[in-house]
């Protein structure tokens, strides 16, 4: 019995663990995208040509995401987005922009620690 106890007490602590690294962003299994507001019409608008990698590796602002859709839109094909491309821009800004990169910023130069040769 205690030998049980301990399990279940190990397992929900691994479960604990898994929920906590899945807490901030929930990835869809299939294309990797943040399922969010959007992300439907993300998925149905832009895997139809390439894969969602290729999204997804790029970091782009709210302006450079409309340029790139502007630029498939004349030279690959794209259809107009209509009423859906303020979505997909919305949720293209909020989650693959150069500041949704899930990395904290660099801790300022007065919290660094001093270089060894200040101290010589
Ligand atoms: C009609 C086909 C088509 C659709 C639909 C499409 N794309 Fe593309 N996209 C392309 C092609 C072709 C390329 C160039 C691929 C290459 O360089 O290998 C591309 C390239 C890209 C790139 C890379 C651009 C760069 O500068 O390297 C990004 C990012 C991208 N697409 C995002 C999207 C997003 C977001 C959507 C949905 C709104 C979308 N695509 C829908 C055809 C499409």
Known sequence: MAILKKTIFILSLIALSCSYVNAKDILDKNTGFVIDTGFELVRANCTACHSSGLVIQNRMNRET?????????????????????????????????????????????????ALLTQLN
């Open 65 to 113: 995401w409309l340029e790139t859709i502007r630029w498939m839109q004349k030279t690959q094909g794209l259809w107009p987005l209509g009423d859906s491309e303020k979505a997909i821009l919305d949720y293209l800004a909020k989650h693959y922009s150069p500041t949704a990169t899930g990395r904290r910023k660099n801790l300022p130069a007065h919290l660094m620690p």
